[in-house]
């Protein structure tokens, strides 16, 4: 992608690794459904007043909302710039804007509570239990997992409050990619979290913020990890140029790591097993935004689901969907064949006593590689304490408080010196 600015002068940004991925990415159909309420008027325009404006191309598939500024981890890379002393959301704060939700969008959607660290956040559970009562079926928490770990007791407590399941950031599980990225070792504190948040009956899927060079070559060690301890997913993230970063892991854009690299090391990294074409677009978006597979596991075989259903029907069904709960029920009676079924041959009748795995993507962008286009299709929101949603790529570039900056268009607070 090139562009002129108007400061800084031409610039480009990788977008793909080469034409016929690029080409094969954009070929996804997309599933458009319009936001069920949108700002009245306007007076800048996209993406100035964002909240969401009628240029919004898609309703919200994802809500986050950030109950706390606060977080005890102090990361070298961080998103949203967190520090150990902040702000919290009050319950009131947090109620009211759930009800904004869901009457923009018409009914409660997947919830993911995020921060800061919302461990920290001592009306934790009240916010879990408030939101539960309203309808959110699908909450989660994004945490580093410490005090998780620490307290087994807060695992069932959120479990009985309506909690569904953690999105644990979780970088690798050697020790040394720890250090690399998170400047020290987290590897028992996660596993511990893990062995608590199972026992208490959440769900888990793995957050990896993936850094060019430091663990691009362990993803699909990190799928057969979330296999192996039967975990619900995990989920890929490029580290950007937003919020809190060294340098050094991002030192220029032709290291980008996008959609089309993924597809092709997971297909490399798993030998095979998991194809660059099993990792579909998520039709909602931009199809540039992000990429789901869902695995069937039997024993020691996997077997990605788009092998049985043909993957434009799987597409139809992927849209919209947040958990595979919800994507088993819309595939009731539907099978891969080309001939008539019968009712009790669906994809869930077929696959009983199997257990499930998704992989994901989510492609994110920075003020480097910006496309107000792809901003317009995003279904990830941020949902603001005022009741306003805002797509989340943008709101990190442009619209997040950030200690040096304000409230504008920036690229992030790098960190100069190496960490170690």
């Known amino acids: ?68 500024d606060r977080c005890d981890a102090g990361c070298p890379i961080c998103l949203s710039d967190s520090i150990e002393d902040g702000r919290d959301l009050s319950v009131a ?26 461990t920290l956040h001592e ?53 040394d990619i720890s250090l690399k990225i998170r400047g020290r070792d987290l590897t028992a504190i996660k596993l511990k979290a893990i062995d608590h948040c199972r026992h208490a009956g959440l769900q888990v899927v793995l957050s990896v913020t993936v850094v060019p060079g430091i663990n691009t070559d362990h993803m699909w060690e990190m799928v057969r990890f979330g296999i192996e301890r039967n975990l619900t997913g995990v989920n890929f993230q490029p580290a950007v140029r937003s919020g ?25 990294q798993s030998r095979g097993i998991i194809r660059a074409g099993d990792m579909m677009p998520i039709p909602c978006p931009s199809p540039f935004c992000g990429a789901m597979a869902y695995l069937i596991v039997s024993e020691d075989h996997i077997t990605p689901l788009n092998r049985i259903l043909a993957p434009e029907r799987l597409s139809t069904h992927l849209a919209d969907q947040s958990n595979w709960e919800n994507v088993l029920a819309d595939l009731n009676g539907a099978c891969g064949c080309s001939g008539e079924c019968r009712p009790d041959t669906g994809i869930s009748a077929q696959l009983p006593g199997r257990d499930f795995f998704s992989i994901g993507f989510h492609g994110m962008m920075d003020a480097f590689c910006f496309d ?33 900056n304000g409230r504008t268009f920036h690229c992030g607070r790098r960190l100069e010196a190496p960490l170690l």
């Open 1 to 68: 992608m090139e562009w002129v600015c108007s400061e800084h002068g031409p610039q480009k940004s990788l977008v793909c690794p080469d034409l016929q991925t690029y080409a094969t990415i954009r070929s996804i159909s997309r599933k458009v459904k319009k936001p069920a309420a949108c700002l009245e008027s306007t007076a800048a325009g996209c993406p100035h007043d964002c909240g969401l404006c009628r240029a919004h191309e898609q309703h919200t598939c994802l809500a986050i909302l950030e109950i706390t």
């Open 244 to 268: 809190r970063y060294p340098q050094e892991f991002l030192p220029d854009r032709s290291t980008r790591f996008t959609l089309g690299h993924f597809q092709k090391e997971m297909q490399a």
């Open 93 to 118: 704060t947090v109620t009211s804007a759930l009800r904004n939700l869901i009457s923009k969008e018409g009914k409660p959607v997947p919830l993911q509570l995020s921060g800061g660290e919302p």
């Open 372 to 404: 107000i286009e792809r901003a317009r299709r995003c279904c990830v929101h941020e949902l603001l304490p005022d009741g306003r949603l805002i797509p989340f790529c943008l709101y990190n570039v442009k619209y997040r408080p950030s200690p040096e």
């Open 123 to 175: 009306d934790l559970h009240s916010i879990v239990h408030a939101a539960h009562s309203m309808g959110f079926g699908k909450i989660e928490i994004d945490t580093n997992g410490r005090l998780l770990a620490e307290k087994q007791d807060l695992c069932f407590l959120l479990k009985e409050a309506g909690l569904s399941g953690i999105y644990l950031q979780m970088d690798g599980i050697r020790p």
